[in-house]
């Protein structure tokens, strides 16, 4: 099993930045895939970046490319997500996930290759 929480959300101007983290429990952290999701309301949750288990990998979703990046750090098992440049329309509820599969390759996407999931933190941005 692995639990996660997320933390770092918060109100911000457009053009400003914030950094997400999430903390893992459990021994398999360093052996799985990593993804952020995020979700507004009335719409589908959606992949925002990924990071392989090494953390040599990476995707991003098109609308963040450029803008975001996402790292971790295995030793203290925590995944961040650092958004720069944040725009109205990156206002969400930002979810942090664990992919199914330990040392999978490429990068999962897919919300349905995650099933573990933080609560949740929210980021909103103002104009």
């Known amino acids: 099993q692995v639990q996660l929480v997320e933390s770092g959300g918060g109100l911000v101007q457009a053009g400003g930045s914030l950094r997400l983290s999430c903390a893992a429990s459990?021994?398999?952290?360093?052996?799985?895939?990593m993804g952020w999701f995020r979700q507004s309301p009335g719409k589908e949750r959606e992949f925002v970046a990924g990071i392989s288990w090494s953390g040599g990998s990476t995707a991003f979703a098109d609308s963040v490319k450029g803008r975001f990046t996402i790292s971790r750090d295995n030793a203290k098992n925590t995944v961040y997500l650092q958004m720069n440049s944040l725009k109205p329309e990156d206002t969400a509820v930002y979810y942090c996930a664990a992919d199914v599969t330990l040392f999978s390759w490429p990068v999962p996407t897919g919300r349905s290759e995650y099933p573990y999931w933080g609560q949740g933190t929210q980021v909103t941005v103002s104009s």
């Open positions: 459990g021994r398999t952290f360093s052996s799985r895939a």
